[in-house]
């Protein structure tokens, strides 16, 4: 627990330090352009607590730091525009079992996010232009599948996932069509770079597409391969806007690509055994899943194959520092646990109230 803590501290001091640095620096032209800069770091937290209660419960307490950071150097010719989106939290539960740990004894991570984006923009024809993005994703912490209930569960867990394990780099050259305050960027050419580098994870069967070699060994570290480099098409869509109704701010992000490695990867057949032994893909649910892919249609399969990352929050601001919010994040990825007949389908959505200081740009 202290260690959660201490990482919660760090995160919400690191990013009150830059925004203390934006504040105190007035829009400032660097050849003919100016910088606007908003840094949101955030703190958000829930608390419920039962004792004696009739219709029963579980106290609990859960802690989130955030930080989204938007920092936009607009020049006549260009736009370079950066996003800094991280946050970090736990959920605490109360068991009731003073005999494993106490009060508040399970400990689950219920957050856990690093997303890094950098673009730079040239205007061609009225609000088209050409874009080269960066993008990087991972986490901070390792991440666990718990198979157990109650005070058993802290012993069923197992690792599926930790910093730089996955992690993914996008680097995309595509046509923007871009507005103040929304953009949609189409890419043939995108290159996407998934990096294991946990050798457990790997010898346990969970690459995360890193495909691995024929004769990769599970008791051989040396053999393992980990990271993998596929080559694109990628889709973006971003919106940012502030006050859609009086105090409401909305965020909303969709990417999708797809790997024009993945069909000869897949080996799709129609017969399900040859799909099975030819496809450099592992998968844990047996024959029946291979028996569903092979039956899939044309377009099913482009879709199965495609990743997809939508992302949506809103903000409803009660006061200058405190704020309703709600958020969900769907992904759907084939490569995430051996492609499991639900595996590659992932949700997350929470809903609190936060704590927030905003910091923009003061005007000159």
Do not use: C
């Not at 930790?162 to 507005?179: D, I, N, V």
């Not at 029946?288 to 939508?310: A, G, H, I, K, P």
């Amino acid at each position: 627990m202290k260690k959660t803590f201490t990482l919660l501290a760090v995160l919400v001091a690191v990013a009150s330090t830059a925004t203390a640095q934006d504040a105190t620096k007035p829009q400032s032209p660097i050849l003919g352009g100016t910088w606007t800069t908003s840094s949101k770091p955030a703190l958000t937290i829930n608390e419920q607590f039962y004792n004696n209660w009739s219709s029963s419960g579980n106290s609990q307490i859960a802690a989130t730091a955030s930080f989204f950071g938007n920092y936009k150097y607009t020049h006549s010719r260009f736009v370079w525009d950066n996003i800094v989106d991280l946050a970090y939290g736990y959920a605490w539960q109360d068991l009731d079992n003073d005999t494993i740990g106490g009060r508040f004894e399970s400990r689950r991570k219920n957050v856990d996010k690093i997303d890094i984006t950098s673009s730079l923009s040239f205007k061609a024809f009225k609000d088209w232009g050409a874009n080269f993005t960066a993008n990087f994703k991972s986490q901070f912490d390792n991440g666990y599948e718990y198979t157990g209930f109650g005070p058993s569960a802290e012993d069923s867990k197992t690792l599926v996932s930790g910093f730089m394990s996955p992690a993914y780099l996008t680097t995309a050259l595509s046509f923007e069509h871009k507005r103040d305050n929304w953009s949609v960027s189409l890419s043939f050419l995108t290159g996407k770079t998934t990096f294991v580098t946990n050798d457990i994870l790997i010898a346990d069967g969970r690459y995360y597409g890193v495909i691995q070699p024929n004769n990769f060994d599970p008791s051989d570290p040396s053999t393992f391969d980990h990271a993998y480099f596929a080559l694109g098409s990628y889709i973006k869509l971003f919106y940012l806007k502030k006050d859609i109704l009086p105090k409401l701010d909305l965020y909303a992000r969709a990417e999708f690509f797809y790997d024009y490695k993945k069909p000869s990867n897949m080996a799709w057949s129609n017969d399900p055994v040859v799909m099975s032994n030819d496809s450099k893909y592992t998968l844990s649910t047996g024959t029946d899943t291979w028996q569903r892919l092979s039956e899939m249609s044309w377009v099913q399969r482009r879709w199965f194959e495609t990743d997809v990352d939508f992302e949506l929050k809103l903000d409803y601001r009660l006061s200058s520092h405190i704020a309703a919010n709600f958020s969900m994040n769907l992904k759907h990825d084939t490569d995430f646990s051996g492609m499991g007949a639900w595996g590659h389908w992932q949700i997350y959505q929470m809903a609190g109230v936060q704590i927030f200081f905003d910091f923009k740009t003061p005007r000159s």
